[in-house]
C-alpha cells in the first residue's frame, strides 16, 4: 500500500484528533476512512454535475458514482437537479 505524507494547519490536526478519539480510531485508519468518505463524496457530486449538465447518461453517471442506477436515481432527486431539460420537457408537452 503506497504511503501519502501531507501537512496540515494546527487547527485541522486537533479536528482529526477529535474524530478519532469519538470514533477510537488509530491516525492511519482514521485518516484512510476519512479520504476514502471525501472522495466517495466527490465522485457523487462529479456525477450529479456532468449528468445534469447533460454530459452523461444516467447509467454512466451511476457508474461514476459507484451506485446502481436506482440508488444514483434518489440521490439526483436528493440533490434537486433538474433530470431534464427546459427543452425535452417542452417537447414531450408539445407531443401529448
Known sequence: ???ISTRVPEDLEAELEAY???ERLDRSTGVRKLLSEGLEEWRREQAIDRFTDGELSLSKAADLADLSVWE???LVEDADEAWVSSDGLEADLEEL
Open 72 to 74: 444514483f436515481a434518489r
Open 20 to 22: 478519532l478519539e469519538a
Open 1 to 3: 500500500m503506497p504511503t
